[in-house]
């Protein structure tokens, strides 16, 4: 069974430029999330999805992050226009979905953005 | 406001010997424990859980343990070998959050030869 496909792997761009993460779950899987990892810290959720629905966006800077998932498949993150705190490894996860209050998460590798 | 928190950044214990993670929380609504393990330039990997109706939960050389008065968990591995050298984090989740996963900072753990 294929895991969580992200890319690009890593990123590097100056501060106000956008950039764009992609994600590709494991097939079947319902749940869709997407975390923050910065330096020393642990992952912090931004967003969830059940589907092509939103399920969960409290912790994103909706200011400049945005995610789509339209078809309930693959996903996209965006910052537009990036700061330098942004510089953190970005992971997306995704799950079964079950109606359980929990499922587990299988997580891809995740993208590395520094921002200059 | 850290809800989980692993309050040792690293840990190095010798190949064989028992290597100890801790974890704290504050948030009583949660209700199932889960530790991940990462290795550098990979995903967080799924560990062992462990439900709040339980005190302990075993798999292989893996035990956590659940102190919920103390509102307190630990992650024992027992023989450690150098292949568990790695970055574990410790999450919770609760029922009225859905799956959402609260982390900790994270604990590197280095087993040495």
């Known amino acids: 069974e294929a895991g969580v496909a992200q890319s690009p792997r890593y990123k590097i761009i100056e501060k106000r430029q956008s950039v764009a993460f992609w994600c590709n779950p494991i097939s079947g899987h319902a749940t869709l999330y997407w975390y923050q990892q910065i330096l020393g810290q642990g992952p912090k959720l931004l967003i969830q999805f059940q589907n092509n629905g939103v399920v969960d966006d409290s912790q994103l800077p909706k200011d400049r992050f945005s995610a789509e998932r339209l078809k309930g498949v693959d996903s996209t993150l965006k910052i537009q226009p990036a700061k330098l705190e942004d510089s953190a490894v970005y992971l997306c996860?995704?799950?079964?979905?079950?109606?359980?209050?929990?499922?587990?998460?299988?997580f891809g590798p995740g993208t590395r953005l520094t921002v200059l | 406001d850290q809800q989980v928190k692993q309050n040792s950044p690293s840990l190095s214990v010798q190949e064989g010997r028992i290597s100890i993670l801790n974890c704290d929380y504050t948030n009583s609504m949660f209700d199932y424990f889960l530790w991940y393990k990462k290795y550098p330039a990979e995903g967080p990997t799924f560990l062992i859980s462990?439900?709040?109706?339980?005190d302990k939960n075993e798999d292989g050389r893996f035990t956590v343990f659940l102190n919920k008065s103390a509102k307190h968990l630990s992650l024992h591995i027992v023989p450690s070998q150098p292949g568990d050298s790695a970055v574990y984090f410790c999450?919770?989740?609760?029922?009225?959050?859905?799956?959402?996963?609260?982390f900790g900072e994270g604990t590197q753990l280095t087993v040495n030869p």
């Open positions: 999450a919770a989740s609760d029922k009225t959050s859905g799956s959402r996963l609260t």
């Open positions: 462990i439900s709040s109706i339980k």
């Open positions: 996860a995704s799950s079964t979905g079950g109606s359980s209050s929990y499922n587990e998460q299988f």
